[in-house]
């Protein structure tokens, strides 16, 4: 009877302890090399520093984790990188879309992100370089930001089904509360125009004087799992140049799709 009530106790408190321990995790990847402090990590995850600070010292112990020694902030750890490394043989989407996005970056000649979506939100996978001599980067590979932030991560969220959007903006909003671009107001306004025009627009909120344009990529059940998104400084990107790109994106994506398709067939 005792060893029952035990184990009962034991499964039902596990799940939080996963759910803290990914949490933490995710803002660690969000805060990329620069790392966090363990102050931040227990408000932003909401812990007391007591509990952040187990969780992290058994992270650290099974390689996920690592404290640097010169300024004491976490970063992820190289179990991490080694576990993403095999997961790429999975979920990569770079390998199909690579020759695609290149030719696009050089055809344009500015900044190309590839991103995809991870639940609530979104992961840059690649970038390419185009031959401008004026260069945005505004994304580093492996960076993550909630959905809406960025014009790849606003073309995701604005072709969610209606439904699973509504729970998402939910989250969204009541999660990054501070931040004024994911307000409902405004978030909501940006995925209205996103829908209507078909692209989604970014202009000088993530990065001052930077202007970016996404458009999402759909499954075959036309769920988004990525966007493909221009950036530029705001002189290059006029009226007219942003629909040209506009229309550059949606073939992009529909090559991509296409390309998908023929290499998932090869499993």
């Known amino acids: 009877?005792?060893?029952?009530?035990?184990?009962?106790?034991?499964?039902?408190?596990?799940?939080?302890t996963v759910e803290r321990t990914m949490e933490m995790l995710r803002l660690l990847a969000t805060a990329g090399r620069y790392g966090l402090a363990l102050t931040q990590i227990s408000e932003a995850a909401k812990l007391p520093h007591s509990t952040a600070h187990r969780l992290l010292r058994?992270?650290?112990?099974e390689r996920m984790v690592m404290q640097?020694?010169?300024?004491?902030?976490?970063?992820l750890g190289p179990l991490a990188f080694e576990l993403g490394l095999a997961a790429t043989q999975i979920y990569d989407l770079r390998e199909p879309c690579r020759p695609i996005l290149m030719r696009l970056a050089e055809e344009i000649g500015d900044t190309v992100y590839l991103t995809v979506r991870s639940g609530n939100e979104s992961v840059c996978e690649d970038r390419y370089e185009g031959p401008s001599t004026i260069r945005v980067i505004t994304l580093e590979v492996g960076s993550r930001r909630p959905l809406g932030l960025g014009a790849g991560g606003l073309a995701i969220l604005a072709a969610i089904p209606e439904e699973e959007r509504e729970h998402t903006i939910a989250w969204i909003t009541h999660r990054h509360a501070a931040n004024k671009a994911l307000q409902e107001k405004p978030l909501r306004a940006a995925i209205d125009t996103c829908r209507k025009h078909g692209y989604s627009l970014i202009r000088s909120k993530v990065t001052l004087g930077t202007t970016a344009?996404?458009?999402a990529v759909l499954d075959t059940l036309d769920n988004p799992i990525a966007a493909v998104s221009v950036a530029a400084v705001d002189s290059r990107m006029s009226g007219p140049r942003i629909e040209l790109l506009a229309r550059q994106l949606h073939n992009t994506v529909g090559r991509i799709r296409e390309s998908l398709h023929s290499f998932r067939g090869r499993d």
């Not at 029952?4 to 408190?13: A, F, L, N």
């Not at 640097?68 to 970063?75: A, L, T």
């Open 1 to 16: 009877m005792n060893t029952q009530s035990k184990k009962t106790k034991s499964e039902t408190s596990e799940p939080g």
């Open 58 to 61: 058994r992270l650290i112990a």
């Open 68 to 75: 640097r020694e010169s300024n004491k902030r976490y970063v």
């Open 213 to 215: 344009v996404g458009v």
